[in-house]
């Protein structure tokens, strides 16, 4: 068994990093440009594969006790192959991710300045939801072994509603269950305050359209982390490399955004990746209780080799003009100041990206 120790340290370190970010290099709310997002986000994945090494020698030699995990023992070339699959897998899981942070950042015009905020405290519900997740999770695979069909069962389904609603109209954010939950119950203002959660107006505290936002975009990620956290498990069921590489894919995913922002249009065929990626991995966990197992190696290839397809089909193959101005309306751009949240009542139609939108 992993001690406390290392839990803690690791957890210490993701939010010493975090703090440093936040409070450091964006320390005043501001648009990353294009070269500060790039430089961000090659941090992160150096800041990962650098972590790859901590892994290799910390179970080769059992540092700590890693690599005596009860379940599963192993030495640190395995163990690094399987953290940096499970990294590119749950890195690639996340870039439907990046699509609704586009929907839901523009039907909430939420400026770019204040979008690196609204990520940045969305991971910290992710570090204590996925924590929360894949520990029981974990408990739960390792005694009812039956559950790897379900789980296999589940990223086949996801990948069938995906192939099915590619072209799928959602409703708008401002419809969906989260917002009227909150207006229910706490005042929300129509008008934004800097970077603030709360406002006052009126003499009465009330939640800005930032923290709707905010709630919109945890919420998107716990649903996707049902699709994300038993593909893992596929991969691996190690605790540690389970976790350390979901928060990993999660802390370059913020800056990926803003790499990829203004470009998201141009990988119309990514979404194929995505069903491909989730049938095999599906595939892959039914076939685990029958004690068929497809190398950490091959998994990784495969992967590699369906992202690679994917991005490279789409810029060979740019969307349409039509597409292209579509989505142009779909993300907020430098400018957007936003005067009120648009609570609509009513619907508007939304271009393919918006399918992913009924996982809020």
Known sequence: MIASYVWVGFVALILSLMALDLGV??????????????????????????FNVFIYF??????????????????????AVKFLTAYLLEESLSVDNLFVMALVFAQFRVPKAYQHRVLFWGIVGVLVFRGILIGAGLALVHHFTWLFYFFGALLLWSAYKMWRNGEAVEDTPSDHGITRLIRRFYPVSKNYDGARFFTVENGQRAATPLLVALLVV??????????SVPAVFSITTDPFLVFSSNIFAILGLRSLYFVLS?????FAYLNYSMIGILSFIG?????????????????????GLLLAVGIGVSLLNPPKSEAAADTETLLPTENTQPEELPFSEEKQPLNREAQHAQKF
């Open 218 to 227: 945890e919420t998107s990620d716990i649903m996707f982390a049902f699709d």
């Open 283 to 303: 595939i892959k966990m039914v076939l685990l209780p029958l004690h068929i197992h497809i190398h950490e190696m091959v998994s990784l290839g495969v992967i």
């Open 58 to 79: 910390a179970y080769e030699y059992k540092w700590l006790g890693l690599g005596l995990f009860v379940h599963e023992p192993m030495g640190g070339r395995e163990a």
């Open 262 to 266: 203004n470009m998201l249009d141009r």
């Open 25 to 50: 290099f964006n320390r005043k709310a501001h648009t990353p440009s294009g070269r500060e997002a790039l430089l961000m986000t090659s941090f992160w994945i150096s800041l990962a594969l650098l």
